[in-house]
Structures are given as structure tokens and as C-alpha cells.
Nanobody, 123 residues
Framework: QVQLVESGGGLVQAGGSLRLSCAASGRTFRGYTRGWFRQAPGKEREFVAAITWSLGITNYSDFVKGRFTISRDNADNTAYLQMNSLKPEDTAVYYC????????????????WGQGTQVTVSS
């Protein structure tokens, strides 16, 4: 059974940092792209960042560029999202996902999803 499990969410003050992890089991996702999305109450799920698993090529949404960094560890099949300079508007449930569509930013292309982890940034 393929599973993606997020961890690392929590409550942090504005300007603080968090590091999210996405551990995968059931398959290696070699050749896939791993992405992070987020969804705030009453809003659509939106793209945050993605990384291609083989070459480590990254792309980011404009609202996190320069603040968030996505990375991966091939050895333990885990993706990470380092979030710095957090703002109250970053508050959302963050989801890890995987797709065979290279570098996709569309949540419709992602086949595998984690359960999500809550990130709350207080002002």
C-alpha cells in the first residue's frame, strides 16, 4: 500500500520557521515529482512547491519564493519543506503529494496524497 505521511506542522509566531517532512512507503517514487500543497479554510487547494525526484529540480509558487525551500533525501524516500519567515497568511493544512507528471503544479495531476499537517502562524 502506497502511503505519504506528513509531519512537522504546528503553531509558530510570525517570522518563525517550521520544517515539514513527507515520508513515503510502498514504493520509491523514482521518476516522480513530489509536491507540497496547502489549503486554508474556505479556499481552494494551492500549489506551494515541487521537486523532481531524480534530478532534484525545484519550482515554487510566487508567494513562497525566497522563504520556503523544498528538498528530498533519496536514501530514505523523504521530501522536506523548510519554511522560514512565516506569515499569518501561510496558515493552512499542508499536504504532500506525488505525481508522474514531471514538475506539475496542478493538484489534479497528483495521484498520491498524504493526510495533511496543520500549520498555524500567529501574528
Amino acid at each position: 500500500q502506497v502511503q505519504l505521511v506528513e509531519s512537522g506542522g504546528g503553531l509558530v509566531q510570525a517570522g518563525g520557521s517550521l520544517r515539514l517532512s513527507c515520508a513515503a512507503s510502498g514504493r520509491t517514487f523514482r521518476g516522480y515529482t513530489r509536491g507540497w500543497f496547502r489549503q486554508a479554510p474556505g479556499k481552494e487547494r494551492e500549489f506551494v512547491a515541487a521537486i523532481t525526484w531524480s534530478l532534484g529540480i525545484t519550482n515554487y509558487s510566487d508567494f513562497v519564493k525566497g522563504r520556503f525551500t523544498i528538498s528530498r533525501d533519496n536514501a530514505d524516500n523523504t521530501a522536506y519543506l523548510q519554511m522560514n519567515s512565516l506569515k499569518p497568511e501561510d496558515t493552512a493544512v499542508y499536504y504532500c503529494a506525488a505525481t508522474s507528471r514531471y514538475g506539475s503544479q496542478s493538484y489534479r495531476d497528483y495521484d498520491y496524497w498524504g493526510q495533511g499537517t496543520q500549520v498555524t502562524v500567529s501574528s
